[in-house]
């Protein structure tokens, strides 16, 4: 009895561990990037811990990776955009986690995966004609994005493109759009906690693997300092790929 309990305490640390080091890799990469963290972190968060545990544990470790993105770059935060985004954004938020279950998930995968593949030509083509997102278009896609960051674990792969076309790039793009998502996250997790779906041990859990992910984001920052223009493009082109194929197969699993 005593072999099998210290069995399950070696498999629970390595879980841990696990779990750990790739916080820390998505961290890096989201530092780099802006977003992608959840797309990374998810699928191990679940593996670890339960797909029911994984949903509030990831809300509260996305708390601490845009807040560790926001004091990485706080001077170069664009407040207005901030404003303009996150004052519809963080209700709609709320509203998004409390429909969350009355939605079906392939559903949600599908259309959001479809939508991160065409936004990568997209993305190009507005460029091309040097479209350019105003204040108020921000805002709406605040309330949107808001609302579907309730819904669902990761809408980053949205807000990036958003924000690179109101014309945020690097060290402004990053401060900004992890200030406005830190917003719509914290109104994720209070409702949750509202709900009574954020216990303490769950709590906890969160913030030692957003722990992971504050430290990864500032090696990230590192990076940011060396990359040019069109080398930040592709990567933002890269994860809306990895992304959307990443959602594709989830509806097609949800859906099987």
Known sequence: MLAVRRHDA???????????????????????????????????????????????????AAVMANLARVLAWWREVDWRAFFAYAVPGAPAAALGARTLIALPPAAIDLGLGLFFLAMVPLRHGLRARDFRVRLWQLALAGAV????????????????????????????FLSTEAMSSLALYVSKVLAFGGMGALPLPLL?????????????????????????????????????????????????????
Request: charged share 5%; proline share 5%; hydrophobic share 60%.
């Open 204 to 256: 906890l859990q969160g913030l030692l693997v957003g722990a992971s992910l504050m430290a990864g984001t500032f090696i990230g920052k590192a990076a940011v300092l060396r990359l040019g223009p069109r080398a930040f493009q592709y990567l933002i082109d890269g994860l809306l790929l990895c992304s959307g194929t990443a959602l594709l197969l989830a509806a097609f699993r949800h859906g099987g």
């Open 145 to 172: 994005i808001g609302y579907l960051t309730g819904l669902v674990l990761s809408t980053g792969p949205l807000s990036v493109p958003v924000f690179a076309a109101y014309g945020l790039v690097q060290g402004a």
């Open 10 to 60: 070696d498999l629970a640390l390595t879980a841990y561990l696990f779990v750990l080091a790739v916080g820390l890799l998505a961290g890096a990469v989201s530092g780099v990037i802006g977003t992608g963290s959840s797309l990374m972190l998810l699928p191990v968060l679940v593996w670890a811990f339960g797909p029911k545990q994984a949903v509030p544990i990831m809300a509260v």
